[in-house]
């Protein structure tokens, strides 16, 4: 039977978080884990909308904090299915603070989480097809496979020289 196919915009969640005392560390700044448990829950919400089950987060690839959030920003999260393979789905979240009395808006951070959708007993059950329609989504979905293979490989779960798309990377060829 042909697998579903779906829409980045099917799916796309946007999240808005005031950064409050208890989120902060005692420089007033927006708590790192604070900011990666938001990035769980938007992407995991889109990737439970593209699927329409239950997901579980299966890996979060590296998030770096260039420039801190402080106590009182506004902090804009959103999130996109990027790509579908069998159980596993590929999230972008991008993340924007706002200071909203001073009209100071900046880009925080971009990460990529990975969900596998499940069934009741918890195994991975096959998730619909991504249709990427911009051109930014088109680059996302085209990058998402070298992304899938390297995660995989740094997870001990595919072999470099099975890793078709970092080929240049690990210069395997010899
Ligand atoms: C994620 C999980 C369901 C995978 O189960 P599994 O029995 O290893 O299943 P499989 O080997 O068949 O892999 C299923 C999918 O997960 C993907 N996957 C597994 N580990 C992965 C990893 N580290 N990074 C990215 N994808 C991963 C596989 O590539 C596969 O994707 P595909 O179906 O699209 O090809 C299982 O490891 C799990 O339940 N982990 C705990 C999840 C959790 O509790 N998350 C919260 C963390 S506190």
């Given at each position: 039977?042909?697998?579903?196919?779906?829409?980045t915009?099917?799916?796309s969640?946007?999240?808005?978080?005031?950064?409050?005392?208890?989120?902060?560390?005692?420089?007033?700044?927006?708590?790192?884990?604070?900011?990666?448990?938001?990035?769980?829950?938007?992407?995991?919400?889109?990737?439970?909308?593209?699927?329409?089950?239950?997901?579980?987060?299966?890996?979060?690839?590296?998030?770096?904090?260039?420039?801190?959030?402080?106590?009182?920003?506004?902090?804009?999260?959103?999130?996109t299915?990027?790509?579908?393979?069998?159980?596993?789905?590929?999230?972008?979240?991008?993340?924007?603070?706002?200071?909203?009395?001073?009209?100071?808006?900046?880009?925080?951070?971009?990460?990529?989480?990975?969900?596998?959708?499940?069934?009741?007993?918890?195994?991975?059950?096959?998730?619909?097809?991504?249709?990427?329609?911009?051109?930014?989504?088109?680059?996302?979905?085209?990058?998402?496979?070298?992304?899938?293979?390297?995660?995989?490989?740094?997870?001990?779960?595919?072999?470099?020289?099975?890793?078709?798309?970092?080929?240049?990377?690990?210069?395997?060829?010899?």
């Amino acid at each position: 039977m042909a697998r579903k196919k779906k829409y980045t915009r099917d799916s796309s969640v946007t999240m808005t978080e005031l950064v409050l005392p208890n989120d902060t560390n005692t420089l007033n700044n927006l708590m790192g884990g604070r900011l990666m448990h938001w990035m769980d829950i938007v992407s995991a919400i889109a990737a439970q909308k593209h699927s329409n089950r239950i997901v579980v987060t299966a890996s979060v690839d590296n998030v770096s904090f260039g420039k801190s959030i402080q106590l009182g920003n506004v902090v804009t999260l959103t999130a996109t299915v990027t790509r579908a393979f069998n159980s596993s789905m590929e999230v972008h979240i991008k993340v924007t603070a706002e200071d909203i009395p001073s009209g100071k808006k900046f880009n925080s951070n971009e990460a990529f989480f990975t969900f596998v959708a499940v069934d009741q007993s918890g195994r991975p059950i096959d998730v619909p097809e991504l249709v990427p329609e911009t051109d930014e989504e088109k680059e996302l979905y085209a990058g998402a496979l070298r992304r899938r293979q390297l995660r995989l490989v740094l997870a001990k779960r595919m072999k470099p020289q099975e890793a078709n798309e970092l080929r240049s990377i690990f210069e395997l060829d010899n």
